[in-house]
């Protein structure tokens, strides 16, 4: 059982592997892993292991080989579609955000429930009516709906998903949302990060 | 050494027990914990076990006496003072999120270098000429940096916010950034959220 927190750590690898391949590096330790990420080279030996024995002991890992296999435990060739709900500050700084698309995820419909925006382009999408969502998503085969509108209309929202197929929620607004078991969903709180960045920040060196 | 996931953990475990407060929980077991977290009962007894013996066998960890063990850790009496740079739509965004002040951390000043930008208000603050940071800052005692701008900006708003005193910078654009060893540098990637959150979809039920 690998858990939230080593899926985490392996999608930062994948991502150090990356820019270590455009420095043209062929190895890898699990020492040089673990410092660009903030974490033991033990650490990074047993995340590996989950997934089989990579590496050989002394040279460390062969990059491209390592490259591939995390590629395909973190499914990089598959292309998913998401839709977007609330297209304010928030959504349209993630609208914008290349990455996305990059690592394999791509916004393909977005919607609003004000009257202003709705009909407006944004990142090279039409802005479309929250009351249209279930006639218009039911044809597109979403998997992940991403939630970025006001607290008091959370549940709604993530419960109309839910009824045209989304099975994962990534949920940004800060309120309590509940969802069948077979659904899989996930809060963010970049308020997380705060506390992480000053928990070292007092505490360096002795850590 | 409790590493970077741990204290994501310690963060996550805090909220879970701001929320349990208010059901009037008086107990919580580190099964109850792990469930709510995504993690297991050994991980939480472990995580906890870094800064001491907390909870008894068979009866679980007291709450408020959890709650205080953990605000300890995380430091949650200390107010912080962050200086945000780059007002755009992710900064809009962060400035208007309320948990940030909820959990101790406070932007208290605001920079960018659009001309039709500065001087406007946003968040209760008046937004700042990016070229004035350094006469600003150096009188305000402020540890944290966060940085909302694109990503060929990135690393001169970072090296003039050291320069100023800042000691840990939040970045969100996708760009390496190098600090000094003395510098806490976190940056923040919401793909990596995606990657997780797929993880878990197709490979429910096996893990
Ligand atoms: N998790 C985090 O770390 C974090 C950080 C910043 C903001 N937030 C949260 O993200 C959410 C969005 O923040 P923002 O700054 O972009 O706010 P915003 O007001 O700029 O955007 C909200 C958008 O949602 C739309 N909307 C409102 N009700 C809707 C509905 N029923 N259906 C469809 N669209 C609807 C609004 O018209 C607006 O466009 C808020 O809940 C905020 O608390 C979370
Ligand atoms: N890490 C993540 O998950 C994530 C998600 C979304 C966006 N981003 C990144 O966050 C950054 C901001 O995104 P956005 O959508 O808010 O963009 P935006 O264009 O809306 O905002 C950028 C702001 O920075 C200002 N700016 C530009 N150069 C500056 C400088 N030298 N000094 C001060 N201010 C300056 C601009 O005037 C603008 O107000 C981008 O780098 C983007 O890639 C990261």
Redesign the interface.
């Known amino acids: 059982?690998?858990?939230?927190?080593g899926?985490?750590?392996?999608?930062?690898y994948?991502?150090v592997l990356s820019?270590l391949t455009e420095e043209g590096v062929r190895y890898v330790s699990s020492e040089e892993l673990g410092e660009r990420t903030?974490?033991?080279a033990a650490?990074v030996r047993k995340d590996l292991s989950y997934f089989g024995n990579f590496g050989k002991p002394g040279v460390g890992y062969d990059l491209t080989d390592l490259q591939d296999k995390l590629s395909q435990?973190?499914?990089k060739e598959?292309s998913?579609k998401?839709a977007l709900v609330g297209v304010?500050?928030?959504g349209?700084?993630?609208l914008?955000?290349?990455?996305?698309k990059?690592?394999g995820?791509q916004i393909t419909a977005i919607f609003d429930n004000d009257r202003r925006k709705i009909g407006c382009q944004r990142g090279g999408l039409v802005i479309q009516d929250v009351t249209e969502l279930k006639p218009i998503l039911s044809k597109d085969g979403i998997?992940?709906g991403i939630v970025t509108v006001p607290s008091a209309a959370t549940q709604k929202v993530v419960d109309e998903l839910i009824e045209v197929g989304v099975?994962?929620i990534?949920n940004f607004a800060?309120s309590?949302v509940t969802v069948p078991d077979?659904i899989?969903l996930?809060n963010?709180?970049?308020?997380?990060?705060?506390?992480?960045?000053?928990?070292?920040?007092?505490n360096?060196g002795s850590?």
């Open positions: 059982q690998i858990g939230p927190s899926v985490t750590r392996i999608a930062l994948y991502r820019s903030g974490n033991n650490q435990i973190l499914r598959d998913r998401m304010g500050n928030l349209s700084a993630l914008s955000y290349d990455r996305f990059e690592e995820f998997s992940i099975r994962a990534l800060p309590r077979f899989i996930q963010v709180d970049l308020s997380i990060e705060l506390d992480r960045l000053s928990f070292f920040l007092e360096k850590i």
